[in-house]
C-alpha cells in the first residue's frame, strides 16, 4: 500500500511542475552553507525529469548557490493545504552546466520574467530603493538546478488516523516504512 503513496507522491510533484494553480508547485528549500545556519527561501518547481529529479531555476549569484556549492545537500518542504498533504524531501542538488539545456529552459521563460536573472548586481544586494535596481539587456545569470532525491516523508492528516510513510532510496530503489505521526 505504501507503494500508491509514492506513485502519488510522484503523479502531484509532476502535476506542480506543468499547473501553476497546484500547491506544491510553490515550495521551501533549505540549504546549509559553510556558516552551519540553514537558510530558507520559497523557489518555484519547473519540472521533473524521466529520473525523478526535481527541476527549478535561480541566478547563479544567489546566496542559494553558495551553499550548494559548499554543501549540496537540500531539504524541501510541499503542502498542500486543501488536501492535508505535507511532503518533506531530502536530495542532492547539482547546477546544470550543459549550455543547450539551459538555452532550451531560458526560452521557455516568458520575456516578462526574464529579467529577474538579468540584474546588475547580485540578488541581496543593498539598494537605497527597489524602484532604482538595474537590469542588464545583453546578460543574464540564469541557472537551473537539479534535486536527485533520497529520501521522501509524506503526511496525510486525516480526521480519524494520520498517515505518515518514510521513503528512503537505496540502490536505485524506494524502500518505505511506516512512522507514527
Known amino acids: 500500500m505504501s507503494q500508491s503513496y509514492l506513485k502519488n507522491i510522484f503523479e502531484s510533484l509532476q502535476e ?13 528549500l533549505g ?5 552551519r545556519m540553514a537558510r530558507l527561501r520559497i523557489v518555484v518547481l519547473r519540472g521533473i525529469t524521466e529520473d525523478k529529479e526535481l527541476l527549478f531555476y535561480t541566478d547563479r549569484r544567489s546566496k542559494k548557490v553558495t551553499h550548494m556549492k559548499e554543501n549540496n545537500k537540500v531539504g524541501m518542504l510541499f503542502y498542500d493545504q486543501e488536501n492535508k498533504i505535507q511532503l518533506k524531501a531530502e536530495g542532492i542538488a547539482t547546477l546544470v552546466k550543459d549550455k543547450d539545456t539551459l538555452k532550451g529552459y531560458w526560452n521557455d521563460i516568458a520575456e516578462e520574467n ?13 539598494v537605497d530603493n527597489p524602484d532604482n535596481v538595474e537590469f ?4 543574464d545569470y540564469f541557472t537551473a538546478v537539479k534535486v536527485t532525491l533520497y529520501k ?17 532510496k537505496l540502490e536505485g530503489s524506494w524502500i518505505s516504512e511506516y512512522l507514527v505521526p
Open 31 to 35: 540549504t546549509v552553507g559553510l556558516d
Open 152 to 168: 521522501l516523508e509524506y503526511l496525510h492528516l486525516q480526521p480519524v488516523s494520520h498517515i505518515k510513510v518514510r521513503y528512503s
Open 136 to 139: 542588464l539587456k545583453d546578460k
Open 16 to 28: 506542480a511542475a506543468d499547473k501553476k494553480s497546484h500547491p506544491f508547485r510553490i515550495f521551501t
Open 114 to 126: 526574464r529579467k529577474d536573472y538579468t540584474s546588475a548586481t547580485p540578488p541581496g544586494s543593498i
